[in-house]
């Protein structure tokens, strides 16, 4: 429902399902491990005010005003489009360039419906149906705008993806701006299953290796794969 740069939906199925009725992701980013489990009690934590408010307006919108957001020709602003809200243009923007870490404000020319890309890998008449077609099954998820110690305390499955130490310097609220070590006691005292990804050679928690996975990134062969780890308390 959102491209988002190293959202964990291709590698959702590689982590242990949830153990309890309610899902906590303290940073939300795409979701991609909640949406798998999308019926669950979800409550997703996100820093970053352009994540946070997406979220929000797709927990709370009907299809039908999906389908009515307009779609874009290649090089268009999306400033360009009037009567759209701040979140739509945020929403829009993130299927402009998909795998970023911020909203873009122009389809691109490899995306759009005269580029190059898959209909449904941007923001194009599929991707739109189908976020029409999901957000009615969302509309239960709770989203706070905040940082992972606003997370709501109890006992849950706590799927914990931050920006990673070494590579999440990026990201608008990146890994300059975290204490993994207090992040890692804080991932200790958590009650309930607690599942935390890291790429490996991480050591603020003791990470096993998990496997290689598809990015949106791409090499001189394709796409790239990155090297994730994984910690169970």
Known sequence: MLSYFGSKWRAAPAYPPPAHKRIVE?????????????????????????????????????????????????????????????????????WCNVGSAAPKQTMLKWAGPSGERPSHSCWAADIRFRIAKQVSCIRHWRVIHGDFYDAPDGEATWFVDPPYEDLGKFYPCGSAGIDYAQLAAWCRTRRGQVIACEAQGAKWLPFAPLGAFKTNERGERGKRKALESIWLN
């Not at 909640?34 to 929000?56: F, G, H, N, T």
């Not at 919108?61 to 489009?81: F, N, S, W, Y």
């Open 26 to 94: 303290p940073f939300a980013g795409g979701a991609g491990y909640s949406l798998r489990y999308w019926d669950r009690e979800v409550v997703l934590i996100e820093k970053y005010e352009p994540v946070a408010a997406v979220w929000q307006y797709l927990s709370k919108v009907g299809p039908a005003e999906i389908m009515r957001l307009p779609l874009l020709e290649t090089g268009q602003k999306i400033r360009d489009v009037p009567g759209l809200t701040q979140e739509q243009r945020w929403l829009i923007g993130y």
